[in-house]
């Protein structure tokens, strides 16, 4: 591969940033310094799995996504599904943007696209039916909230919408029974909230699974058992104190985690709603490489 193939990457921008002058002013200041990138819309669903055949069969050697969590997710996951060899950068434009900030991906386009100049390194992805997240999947009445954020206020509110939501949603607050089973771990019971985590944070902030790494070959799991005080237990994890609710919870370090929740769990899957009955997790090592900062927290060893 020439310097100048090196240099070549292509802009896999969600439909809402379009207009976005900062992308605009970030792509034209990379082009200056001689990158080749250029760019593609997302309109509808599907359109990010389409893009990213499109440019491998192109042969970009660098794909960037360009949006919030699900953007990613979706540019990650066909990435990965075609195990291809090229290298993903991120452009965190989102609400939330929770892997990114994990990560310490900067928020700025400018600087995100800075990272192209620093090497690719190689992460685990999670996986769950034939469906794969890069950050981390979430069970509960804290899923409900994420899914049932309006747009219009994650736009105005940002990370806090969520916030907000939970908090005009406690009358609705109730427990799933669930059964968990992985590798010399075993529990059910009644709980509120399940994180199961590649990244560390989900919901607009909300670290779940402080310990995660990205590249050790383990999913993180978070379980919020039910108490008597079930509002005021999810006020505490809303509210972002999460410190206490770690001192209840149950967590653990597992390659899979089985999950049997006769009935029915809604999950939320780095911002794509699912339910099931029962769902296996797994992780897949090194399955994508990313540009990501030298000291990034998510990475180890």
């Not at 591969?1 to 976005?20: E, F, P, S, V, Y």
């Not at 599907?46 to 953007?71: C, F, M, N, W």
Request: aromatic share 6%; proline share 5%; glycine share 12%.
């Amino acid at each position: 591969m020439t310097a100048t193939q090196h240099r070549k990457a292509l802009l896999i921008l969600h439909g809402k940033q379009a207009l976005n002058a900062e992308v605009r002013t970030a792509v034209e200041a990379r082009r200056k310094e001689g990158w080749q990138l250029d760019v593609r819309l997302t309109w509808e669903a599907g359109d990010a799995r389409r893009l990213v055949s499109e440019a491998l069969y192109a042969g970009y050697p660098t794909l960037i996504a360009g949006g919030g969590d699900g953007t990613l997710r979706d540019v990650a996951e066909a990435m990965a599904l075609a195990k291809t060899g090229a290298s993903l950068a991120l452009m965190p434009l989102g609400t939330a943007n929770d892997f990114a900030c994990a990560a310490g991906v900067p928020l700025e386009p400018l600087a995100a696209l800075a990272l192209l100049d620093k090497p690719a390194q190689p992460i685990d992805l999670g996986e769950v039916d034939g469906q794969l997240f890069l950050n981390m999947a979430t069970g509960g009445f804290g899923s409900n909230v994420t899914a049932n954020t309006p747009e219009e206020l994650k736009r105005t509110l940002g990370g806090a919408a969520y916030l907000l939501t939970g908090l005009t949603r406690f009358a609705e607050v109730r427990s799933s029974f669930g059964r968990f089973t992985g590798p010399d771990f075993q529990w059910e019971g009644d709980f509120l909230a399940l994180g199961i985590g590649n990244g560390r944070q989900a919901g607009g902030g909300h670290v779940l699974c402080p310990q995660a790494l990205i590249n050790d070959g383990l999913l993180d799991v978070f379980i919020v058992p039910a108490a008597t005080d079930a509002v005021g237990t999810l006020g505490t994890l809303l509210s972002g104190g999460i410190n206490g609710l770690h001192s209840v919870a149950l967590s653990a370090q597992l390659a899979w985690l089985e999950v049997d929740a006769p009935g029915c769990l809604d999950f939320n899957l780095d911002g794509e709603p699912m339910a099931s009955k029962r769902l296996r997790f797994s992780v897949l090592p090194a399955a994508l490489s990313v540009h990501l900062p030298e000291n990034s927290p998510l990475l180890g060893g």
